[in-house]
């Protein structure tokens, strides 16, 4: 009888592990972007797709490292072709979307932008398994208010970052998916330059963090 008590006892003890494991499921995340996506300048760490899984890690779930299909200077179309040429998963839990900025600087035509991204983010759709709320639209920044900028026409640059980020806003709401604003305070750099990277123009870790934060507890809702 004793020795049926301890199998009996190894058994519950087995199974309850077995179910412990199948809860703590591995979440999977896709990045899609440019250069703010990889985080230019910076150690892959500290962009904000590693940061957000860092944060989420943080609050207790098991997610692996992001899978980032991003590169400095991508526009919508680019991107496009970048997701054609890469073998993805079928399925991810999570997928954010960051692109447009290389379309204004280039002074690429905004009604093509937004077909080019309405199509970008059916894909981004498709990929978190047609589940519109497990995408997530960052607005794209200004790059008109760092230093970077200091000779150009900041008004225009940031009248045109605007445009762009109504037809992002706007399709984003079509489709039901997620929306982060974080435009706004990327024009702050104008009065903290520890938000700006040792290039002058892409973010710094200080930055990406402030989008983790707002991205990873979007996510956790989820």
């Known amino acids: 009888m004793e020795n049926l008590r301890y199998i009996f006892l ?3 003890f087995y199974l309850m592990s077995i179910m412990e494991t199948t809860a703590q499921q591995n979440y999977s995340y896709l990045a899609l972007g440019d250069s703010y996506t990889i985080g230019e300048g910076l150690p892959l760490e500290d962009n904000f797709p590693h940061q957000t899984v860092d944060l989420l890690r943080k609050k207790g779930m098991s997610i692996a490292d992001p899978e980032i299909v991003a590169k400095t200077g991508w526009t919508t179309d680019e991107l496009m072709d970048a997701i054609t040429k890469r073998t993805l998963k079928s399925n991810y839990d999570y997928v954010s979307l960051l692109i447009g900025v290389n379309n204004q600087y280039r002074g690429r035509d905004i009604a093509t932008y937004q077909k080019e991204f309405e199509q970008l983010m059916l894909q981004a759709i498709q990929f978190a398994g047609d589940k519109p ?3 997530f639209v960052l607005s794209i920044p200004d790059w008109g208010a760092t230093p970077f900028a200091e000779r150009r026409d900041r008004a225009k640059i940031a009248s045109e970052i605007d445009h762009f980020n109504v037809m992002n806003k706007k399709t984003s709401e ?25 290039d002058k123009l892409h973010p710094s870790k ?7 934060e707002k991205l990873s507890s979007a996510m956790v809702k989820e």
Do not use: M
């Open 10 to 12: 190894f058994l519950s």
């Open 133 to 135: 709320q497990h995408v």
């Open 174 to 198: 079509k489709h039901k998916v997620h929306y982060i604003e974080i435009t706004i305070g990327t024009r702050e750099v104008k009065q903290d330059l520890s938000l700006v990277a040792e």
């Open 206 to 212: 200080k930055e990406y963090t402030r989008w983790a």
